[in-house]
């Protein structure tokens, strides 16, 4: 009788965790995260204040899943009119595989951003974007990444296809066309020679959807790269599972830290381990992405030479509807210099910000909407801290 009252309890214990499993990934899917993330460029000092940029990438909208998409969208639009950063940055893969979701997102979401920021919507394309038949979009247009950029045009963003334009006074962004798509990535050069002697500038920010453009960009001189691509691994080890390199700020993507066993393992397999392999090392898409470091978070990528940085937003979307320990993403990134008043400010902002959230979390509060606070330092610099933000307690 103790054994089977056992055994009860044993599946009872693992239907209700497979159960709890299953909710999980459905809450994590269904709603957004707000990243909020200090990025220290030198060549900032010279600003009066920090710039404050919205990022946000991989919105892979398709057919079918118009309601959770309009949900998250929703909420990610909440966010946005809370912060109301200078500038809001997209990152590319706006759509799945076919180009027709993309009208829905840029009436319902797309056509909104810019009157929610003062220096405009700056986008890149990803591949996801140009994988779309010719026979799927008007006869106008050459191609589905061409078509998807027009749509993206028409709802205010300004698309930037290796091509740069200056946001503010000294401020460039520069956005570059994906590099697995090599008709488009052969102009990056120009683009990125356009960016490179700019050196005066306050900020050099640049666009790309992959992240591993970091390592084809090295001869060149900027500050900060965005991308998407990875979807910030979207199943991840929990937050205190720690694996040497990678950094101790993200949680490890399970496919970047199985791919080394992967690699090694299918060679192996009998009769067709030797095709396997050899397709997969010349087959850059069952990769994903070279560098799993950087699947998710800040980085300092520097040349040697002068100081880089790429920061990885998880995205807003998922390719596969799973995500674990990986949340859909709005980045919020405070750009300023390393001036001891800024630090000072941001330390008081996010001790502020923890003991806000935990009073909130203990009384069981779902959104945490507070006053603009807006801090001053002893000296010229002046930090902005919004803490009006809206943002979704985990």
Known sequence: ?????????????????????????????????????????????????????????????????????????TETLQALKEVR???????????????????????KFVSKLPTLCSMGVYASLGNHDSYGSREDVPSSFKSSSDYIASELENAGAVVLRNHSVEVDDGVWICGLEDVWNPPGWRGHRIAMQD????????????????PDTGDHLKEYDYDLQLSG??????????????????????????????????????????????????????????????????????????NGVTRKQLYVTKGVGTHRNMRLFCPPELSILLIGGPSEDIELASVYFFILQAILVEMMNSYRIKYL?????????????RWRADISRGFKLQ
């Open 195 to 210: 960016i490179h002697r700019r050196s005066e500038s306050k900020l050099r920010i640049v666009l790309s959807h992959n």
């Open 369 to 381: 909407h507070i006053a603009t606070l807006d801090i001053y330092s002893i000296g010229k610099m």
């Open 1 to 73: 009788m103790m054994v089977l009252a056992l055994i009860a309890l044993v599946l009872f214990a693992g239907v209700a965790a497979i159960l709890g499993l299953l909710l999980y990934f459905y809450l994590v899917q269904h709603h957004i995260s707000v990243e909020r993330v200090r990025v220290v460029v030198e060549s900032m000092n010279a600003r009066k204040s920090p710039l404050v940029v919205a990022h946000l990438s991989d919105f892979h909208c398709d057919f079918g899943i118009e309601d959770r998409m309009d949900a998250i969208l």
């Open 229 to 302: 691509h990875v979807h910030g691994g979207q199943v991840c080890f929990p937050p205190f599972v720690t694996i040497r390199g990678y950094s101790t700020n993200m949680n490890v993507p399970v496919l970047g830290f199985c791919r080394p066993l992967f690699d090694w393992l299918i060679p192996r397999v009998p009769l067709v381990g030797p095709i396997l392999g050899d397709m997969r090392r010349h087959h850059k898409y069952s990769y994903v992405v070279k560098r799993w470091e950087w699947a998710q978070g800040l980085h300092d990528i520097s």
């Open 85 to 107: 950063p200078d500038a809001i940055c997209l990152t590319g893969d706006y759509v799945n595989c076919h180009p027709g979701p993309i009208d829905r997102l840029c009436r």
